[in-house]
């Protein structure tokens, strides 16, 4: 375990997450003296369905059994990808959020259904998670990185874990828009900025070079 933890810099890894949570927190306490709402016509076309809360919630075990998985199978390179990808992209999200605070408005239209668990549910993440810092939505890209280092583990993780990765990656996006977590445009971004980072971690992170 020490040797795992060594090589694979989690310290350094777990002191920046300690640090970013620190200024995400603060975001979250210290409200910005400007928000600029996001908002689009597609979001007023999307339905709030509270079932969609369960994917929702899901993330939270989905992000720890896929990074367990990457620390344990990726190679070298492969783990250096993915850490590039997800620390500048979730640095991008707290600098956006600093120069550029963001928020919703819909919420407020929301009816709770407490007669149901998915209701209450629905109720007690909404209360608990402000709308505000959306863009681009962690949630979603949090979800494409870790899904794309699954995606790399197929020699390695059965065929039917990677189809239950991609169907749970693709209702966790789905209910950040159906719960009214996000709009639709910080959906695009973060599915954009994932797509610009890691194409440009393919280019940056090289082969290991083989010793004679």
Not at 106 to 123: C, M, P, Q
């Amino acid at each position: 375990m020490k040797e795992l933890i060594k090589k694979r810099h989690l310290i350094p890894i777990a002191v920046w997450f300690v640090i970013y949570m620190g200024l995400f927190g603060f975001l979250e306490i210290v409200p910005p003296k400007d928000v600029h709402l996001i908002h689009c016509a597609l979001d007023d076309r999307i339905p709030n369905m509270a079932i969609f809360i369960y994917p929702y919630v899901s993330w939270f075990p989905y992000i720890v059994v896929c990074a367990a998985l990457a620390i344990k199978n990726l190679d070298d390179r492969q783990f250096k990808k993915a850490v590039l990808v997800l620390t500048t992209g979730m640095n991008i999200f707290l600098f956006i959020s600093y120069v550029w605070p963001t928020g919703l408005d819909f919420r407020e239209s929301i009816v709770y259904d407490l007669h149901t668990l998915s209701g209450n549910l629905l109720k007690f993440v909404q209360t608990a998670d402000t709308p505000k810092s959306v863009f681009p939505s962690m949630h979603v890209y949090v979800t494409l990185v870790l899904q794309y280092t699954l995606e790399m583990q197929k020699k390695l993780v059965p065929a039917w874990g990677i189809w239950v990765g991609r169907v749970l990656a693709l209702l966790i996006v789905l209910s950040t828009m159906f719960t009214k977590q996000h709009s639709a445009v910080d959906v695009t971004a973060a599915i954009v900025m994932f797509a610009v980072l890691a194409l440009a971690a393919e280019k940056l992170v090289k082969e290991p070079k083989e010793e004679n």
